[in-house]
């Protein structure tokens, strides 16, 4: 069975820091970029940041730039987000997604597996 499992969510205080991890199962994440996304409440879905199949690119979205770090370990067939810094608007559900091919994907609908999702609350 195909999954992509986030964990490393949590409460967090502003100024703080999180490792969410992208864990695959039932397929190799070596042939796939992955992105990671978040929605906030009332908000529509974002991207936040994107890998390609070998670690060699990476995009952030502005926001997230200098506070948000994105890698990955293929031979754990895992991908993490390193959030520091973190602000309350940071606040949001945090889903990881697979897309086929080396190149980190240009759409949305090119990610074919997609996580469930873990909470990030960053609050005093």
């Known amino acids: 069975q195909v999954r992509l499992v986030e964990s490393g969510g949590g409460l967090v205080q502003p100024g703080g820091s999180l490792r969410l991890t992208c864990a695959a199962s039932?397929?190799?994440?070596?042939?796939?970029?992955i992105g990671w996304f978040r929605q906030a409440p009332g908000k529509e879905r974002e991207g936040v940041s994107s890998?390609?199949?070998?670690?060699?690119?990476?995009n952030y979205t502005d926001s997230v730039k200098g506070r948000f770090t994105i890698s990955r370990d293929n031979a754990k067939n895992t991908a993490y987000l390193q959030m520091s810094s973190l602000k309350p608007e940071d606040t949001a559900i945090y889903y990881c997604?697979?897309?086929?091919?080396?190149?980190?994907?240009?759409?949305?609908?090119?990610?074919?597996?997609w996580g469930q999702g873990t909470q990030v609350t960053v609050s005093s």
């Open positions: 039932g397929f190799t994440l070596d042939y796939y970029a």
């Open positions: 890998i390609s199949s070998s670690g060699r690119s990476t």
């Open positions: 997604a697979a897309s086929i091919g080396p190149a980190i994907a240009t759409y949305d609908y090119e990610y074919v597996y």
